[in-house]
């Protein structure tokens, strides 16, 4: 399996169950979305306006993904609204595409335009890092089945990590499919750091 065959598979509706763990503050959030993917060919023109972007020569692209998503976390204020979408590019090395650049509209960990790097790994898991000013970011997908993905990601910046993710994400209209009900304790988002951007590639 290369880069773009995995997009392809996880092309469709997703509900996602994550769990970001504030590594600082030593506390959990629970928090639920809807995520859709759809693949982009390599001549699409978001996939062109990505490369020129990024000053890459477009036909070097293997394709890419648009994914939009909306979301809620259990500390969430009134406010606060995990609903945006975004598009990233695969950009394979020379006779090898199982890895390359990965071009995106959007980071992980800051929300500006980044590029990165991406792999697949034995057990063909995509593998994303991605290295900001400020911090780095390591995120990685795999399938258990057809109908059910799971992410991992984690965060550091400048003296250590600062937080670790889990998403269990199953296919909308799948068998396995279910609603989960999310237990909060208010209490424990105290001194939870504000500016908790939580979105992913694949899905926030």
Same mark, same amino acid.
Request: charged letters at 25%.
């Given at each position: 399996?290369?880069?773009?065959?995995?997009?392809?598979?996880?092309?469709?509706?997703?509900?996602?169950?994550?769990?970001?763990?504030?590594?600082?503050?030593?506390?959990?959030?629970?928090?639920?979305?809807?995520?859709?993917?759809?693949?982009?060919?390599?001549?699409?023109?978001?996939?062109?306006?990505?490369?020129?972007?990024?000053?890459?020569?477009?036909?070097?692209?293997?394709?890419?993904?648009? #994914?939009?998503?909306?979301?809620?976390?259990?500390?969430?204020? /009134?406010?606060?609204?995990?609903?945006?979408?975004?598009?990233?590019?695969?950009?394979?090395?020379?006779?090898?595409?199982?890895?390359?650049?990965?071009?995106?509209?959007?980071?992980?960990?800051?929300?500006?335009?980044?590029?990165?790097?991406?792999?697949?790994?034995?057990?063909?898991?995509?593998?994303?890092? /991605?290295?900001?000013?400020?911090?780095?970011?390591?995120?990685?997908?795999?399938?258990?089945?057809?109908?059910?993905?799971?992410?991992?990601?984690? #965060?550091?910046?400048?003296?250590?990590?600062? /937080?670790?993710?889990?998403?269990?994400?199953?296919?909308?209209?799948?068998?396995?499919?279910?609603?989960?009900?999310?237990? #909060?304790?208010?209490?424990?988002?105290?001194?939870?750091?504000?500016?908790?951007?939580?979105?992913?590639?694949?899905?926030?």
């Amino acid at each position: 399996m290369d880069a773009m065959e995995f997009f392809e598979l996880s092309a469709g509706k997703w509900r996602s169950q994550r769990t970001t763990h504030h590594l600082p503050f030593r506390r959990a959030e629970s928090g639920e979305s809807e995520i859709t993917v759809g693949t982009l060919s390599a001549d699409h023109p978001r996939v062109v306006e990505i490369c020129q972007l990024h000053q890459v020569e477009p036909s070097l692209a293997a394709g890419g993904a648009l #994914v939009s998503w909306q979301g809620t976390m259990a500390w969430d204020k /009134t406010d606060e609204n995990h609903q945006d979408s975004t598009v990233m590019v695969l950009v394979p090395d020379l006779g090898n595409s199982r890895q390359g650049n990965l071009l995106r509209e959007k980071g992980y960990a800051e929300i500006v335009p980044v590029a990165g790097r991406y792999l697949m790994d034995d057990q063909d898991g995509l593998v994303l890092l /991605t290295e900001y000013d400020t911090m780095s970011s390591e995120e990685r997908f795999s399938f258990a089945s057809e109908d059910l993905r799971m992410r991992t990601s984690t #965060v550091k910046r400048f003296g250590g990590f600062s /937080t670790a993710s889990f998403c269990l994400e199953t296919r909308i209209g799948s068998d396995i499919d279910s609603s989960v009900s999310v237990d #909060v304790n208010p209490k424990q988002a105290l001194d939870v750091p504000t500016n908790r951007q939580s979105y992913s590639i694949l899905g926030w």
